[in-house]
């Protein structure tokens, strides 16, 4: 053989090697507004989005943010966390959903520290098609105001859980709306959530595998507070604020704590 082709095919599966490198994906990825999705997204290196960093981290792995900035709209398909380690992971969301979860019946997604805006013209702040559990923390999901309009929409596809604490939603045409798809079902748990001033349904549980649990929520200032439709179940443990509202609707059942 040749030196010089030798040397070609040499250079070449170096390439290729760099390449594999390169794009490896990481169980902790980073996002900055002074990132740069070109970048691997390291601490020292940090992506721009959240589409730019979800290509490069493993399933079942984190993304940290680190200031404040547009990180852009994503779909997730795996096991990942969301995590803000510096200030809120702002999502400004024009004409569109904010995050889309479409994940497998054995992952799990954390989202922790997101504000979404929707800025009048979002659709949707949080739809959850699938996944096995959703845990939603610490967020602010705003200004949806476009049809439909939703907060968090869980139109589960199959048997999932979504967990959500701590939130402010408000200023959407409705808040959380819990409408299971055929042969899906759903388990919505809202716990130290303040939902107020929405045009439409604060928390709307529709069908019979639709159960929200409400516990140490305020829910005031709604067209309507509390809505069920078709067999769905809003059970309150009876620590709730649930006043004010043009409607206030009425838990299926009122548990106490243990």
Same mark, same amino acid.
């Given at each position: 053989?040749?030196?010089?082709?030798?040397?070609?095919?040499?250079?070449?599966?170096?390439?290729?090697?760099?390449?594999?490198?390169?794009?490896?994906?990481?169980?902790?990825?980073?996002?900055?507004?002074?990132?740069?999705?070109?970048?691997?997204?390291?601490?020292?290196?940090?992506?721009?989005?959240?589409?730019?960093?979800?290509?490069?981290?493993?399933?079942?792995?984190?993304?940290?943010?680190?200031?404040?900035?547009?990180?852009?709209?994503?779909?997730?398909?795996?096991?990942?966390?969301?995590?803000?380690?510096?200030?809120?992971?702002?999502?400004?969301?024009?004409?569109?959903?904010?995050?889309?979860?479409?994940?497998? @019946?054995?992952?799990?997604?954390?989202?922790?520290?997101?504000?979404?805006?929707?800025?009048?013209?979002?659709?949707?702040?949080?739809?959850?098609?699938?996944?096995?559990?959703?845990?939603?923390?610490?967020?602010?999901?705003?200004?949806?105001?476009?049809? @439909?309009?939703?907060?968090?929409?869980?139109?589960?596809?199959?048997?999932?859980?979504?967990?959500?604490?701590?939130?402010?939603?408000?200023?959407?045409?409705?808040?959380?709306?819990?409408?299971?798809?055929?042969?899906? $079902?759903?388990?919505?748990?809202?716990?130290?959530?303040?939902?107020?001033?929405?045009?439409?349904?604060?928390?709307?549980?529709? $069908?019979?595998?639709?159960?929200?649990?409400?516990?140490?929520?305020?829910?005031?200032?709604?067209?309507?507070?509390?809505?069920?439709?078709?067999?769905?179940?809003?059970?309150?443990?009876?620590?709730?604020?649930?006043?004010?509202? $043009?409607?206030?609707?009425? @838990?299926?059942?009122?548990?106490?704590?243990?």
């Amino acid at each position: 053989m040749h030196t010089r082709s030798l040397f070609a095919i040499v250079g070449a599966l170096a390439a290729m090697l760099y390449a594999s490198a390169g794009h490896a994906q990481q169980m902790r990825t980073c996002v900055s507004g002074t990132g740069d999705d070109i970048n691997p997204c390291s601490r020292t290196a940090m992506c721009k989005t959240f589409a730019g960093a979800i290509s490069k981290t493993a399933a079942g792995g984190e993304i940290s943010v680190y200031d404040p900035g547009g990180y852009g709209a994503l779909t997730i398909t795996k096991s990942l966390s969301i995590v803000d380690v510096g200030a809120k992971a702002s999502m400004l969301v024009a004409g569109t959903t904010g995050v889309t979860i479409k994940a497998g @019946p054995n992952d799990s997604v954390f989202l922790d520290g997101l504000a979404l805006e929707g800025g009048g013209s979002g659709t949707t702040g949080i739809s959850i098609v699938s996944a096995g559990s959703v845990h939603i923390r610490n967020c602010v999901i705003r200004g949806f105001q476009a049809a @439909p309009g939703l907060a968090i929409d869980v139109s589960a596809t199959m048997a999932s859980k979504v967990f959500v604490s701590n939130c402010a939603i408000g200023k959407n045409i409705a808040g959380v709306q819990v409408k299971p798809d055929a042969g899906g $079902g759903a388990q919505v748990f809202l716990e130290g959530v303040k939902l107020e001033n929405n045009a439409g349904s604060a928390v709307r549980a529709e $069908g019979q595998t639709a159960t929200v649990r409400l516990n140490a929520s305020t829910i005031t200032n709604n067209v309507t507070g509390l809505d069920l439709a078709s067999g769905g179940i809003i059970i309150s443990f009876g620590t709730n604020a649930i006043s004010g509202n $043009g409607t206030d609707g009425q @838990p299926s059942h009122v548990e106490r704590l243990q």
